[in-house]
């Protein structure tokens, strides 16, 4: 009977892994957030590079469309690893490559992707001015499509420089910000460098919310932005992001301090539920 118990508590922690209690039932959600069952999780438990069946890296330093000076380095220690339960992305002064600062850029792309369900990671974040984590999807159609068409999703996104602010945006052909016109929202947010915080979205056909330890503070809705493949291209799968950049046009805007480096995001778990 033991046996039979424990396989019976494992499904009910499968069941409620990514259960937000907090929040209701989204209008037009096809699965209730009490009945989605997790379908891919990271809980980081063996020490080493990151589970390679689960991450791949982006590698290079050609500061990645917003002139950040970090060079993402792939199978490197230094700037990806498990240690203690916790995936560590850490961004190190050093010269590399022609750069002089390097970091890590994990995705889930051709691993898994995605298409509606609540995303969440439980993270602390790096301190001090320069300093840029994220934890984001892109559209799995990127390839062909292009950004923005193809859709973007920062679940988290952190700049050292707003210490005690969080945001949480969209980006599509019709509202990015390379436009001013992306559609997004920032929630206060203390001690996010000191204490881990659970950032997530709910993601259905018709919107997506966002939430910091269970608090909603974003909607986007489908309804408001438009219907076209260029105002909501949220209809596909979409796969994964973790990083930390280093400057650039917006985690650089008020200078990058030397002084404080290497810097890192702990992220104790990731996990997908539908």
């Known amino acids: 009977m033991k046996s039979v118990l424990i396989v019976k508590m494992v499904g009910v922690a499968v069941l409620l892994a990514c259960k937000s209690p907090n929040v209701g039932l989204p209008v037009g959600d096809p699965v209730a957030p009490s009945a989605r069952k997790l379908v891919w999780a990271d809980e980081f438990t063996k020490n080493g590079l990151p589970d390679s069946t689960k991450w791949g890296y982006e590698v290079g330093g050609k500061g990645w469309g917003n002139n950040e000076l970090q060079y993402y380095t792939a199978n490197r220690l230094e700037n990806a690893r498990v240690e203690n339960g916790k995936l560590i992305i ?141 105002q909501w291209p949220f209809d596909q799968p979409f796969y994964l992001l973790l990083n930390v950049a280093v400057g650039g046009n917006w985690g650089g805007q008020k200078g990058v301090d030397e002084s404080i480096w290497p810097q890192r995001m702990e992220i104790d778990y990731v996990r997908v539920c539908q």
């Open 90 to 230: 850490e961004a190190r002064k050093e010269d590399y490559q022609g750069n002089k600062y390097t970091s890590a850029r994990l995705l889930t792309r051709g691993k898994a992707a995605w298409k509606y369900g609540r995303i969440e990671a439980l993270a602390k974040l790096p301190a001090g001015r320069g300093t840029w984590p994220a934890v984001w999807m892109l559209g799995q159609g990127i390839q062909t499509a292009g950004w923005p068409r193809a859709g973007e999703i920062d679940i988290m996104e952190h700049v050292g420089f707003d210490e005690g602010v969080v945001h949480g945006t969209v980006h599509t052909e019709a509202y990015n910000h390379a436009k001013k016109t992306e559609k997004g929202q920032a929630i206060p947010v203390k001690d996010v460098s000191t204490r881990f915080h659970l950032y997530a979205i709910e993601w259905t056909p018709d919107k997506i919310e966002f939430f910091v330890d269970d608090q909603n503070y974003y909607s986007v809705q489908k309804a408001a932005l438009g219907n076209t493949e260029a």
